[in-house]
């Protein structure tokens, strides 16, 4: 019996734009937080950056 293996859930490229829009939202959760104490609004800004940072990143890297 020869065993498939499954393909990868992700390739490379979208591993690392993963991890780049993740480090992005991190920063701008981050810098809000320090900015007013305000604990929501930080989980939203960094929330709203990574999905952002998601967009543009697959559009624009190749």
């Known amino acids: ?3 498939k293996t499954p393909p ?3 390739d490379l490229r979208g591993a690392v734009l993963i991890l780049l829009a993740f480090v992005i939202g991190l920063i701008a959760g981050s810098l809000t937080y320090f900015a ?3 604990v ?3 989980i939203l ?3 709203t950056a990574a999905a ?3 967009v543009v990143l ?3 890297l190749p």
Do not use: T
Request: charged share 15%.
């Open 40 to 42: 929501p609004a930080a």
């Open 52 to 54: 952002l940072a998601l």
């Open 45 to 47: 800004a960094g929330l």
């Open 8 to 10: 990868p859930l992700f």
């Open 36 to 38: 007013g104490q305000n």
């Open 58 to 60: 697959n559009r624009e």
């Open 1 to 3: 019996m020869v065993k």
